[in-house]
């Protein structure tokens, strides 16, 4: 991603009034509910794909984390895993299918959080975390085929 990106990013935001109070009311928001003794972190977006050499795509990934609330894992730390095992999965695995880097892919992505699914999500990205580690589960609903990985927190932690 170029340095001149971020600044861009915020210029175009900064123009425009309806921008403004999004990003205000997004961060006043709370990323995770707690819903029956459980923190759930749900969301949906959609992202456009422009990568040089390919057709524009648009792919439409919905996310959904749980944990017990007041369990191991702290809420800032829910949040943090949530957020990096889906950025790493997304981002690891289109890139891959595109056969370009990480950066080229980032560069020609484009993100809107919707609020709600527009009919089916193109993929599914499961999260689960307990006292004992977590499970990851990735389902591209158009084939049906899910991958699953479950993983202890000695596992996740290298130990």
Not at 15 to 25: L, V
Not at 82 to 95: G, K, N, V, Y
Not at 102 to 111: E, K, P, R, T
Not at 133 to 141: A, I, K, L, Y
Request: charged share 15%.
């Amino acid at each position: 991603m170029t340095k001149a990106f971020p600044g861009i990013v915020l210029l175009v935001l900064a123009a425009s009034p309806a921008s403004t109070q999004d990003w205000r009311a997004q961060l006043k928001a709370d990323a995770v509910v707690i819903r029956g003794a459980k923190m759930i972190y749900d969301e949906v977006g959609l992202y456009k794909l422009n990568v040089a050499g390919y057709e524009p795509a648009q792919v439409q990934v919905k996310v959904h984390s749980e944990a017990p609330q007041g369990g191991l894992v702290s809420r800032d730390n829910f949040v943090s895993l949530t957020t990096l095992m889906f950025s790493t999965t997304f981002i690891a695995a289109l890139s891959e299918s595109y056969k370009v880097s990480a950066s080229q892919f980032i560069q020609g992505l484009d993100y809107a959080q919707l609020k709600s699914a527009i009919g089916t999500p193109d993929f599914e990205l499961n999260l689960t975390m307990t006292n004992e580690g977590m499970q990851f589960e990735v389902v591209n609903t158009s084939s049906g085929q899910k991958t699953r990985q479950t993983m202890t927190w000695d596992q996740v932690f290298g130990k």
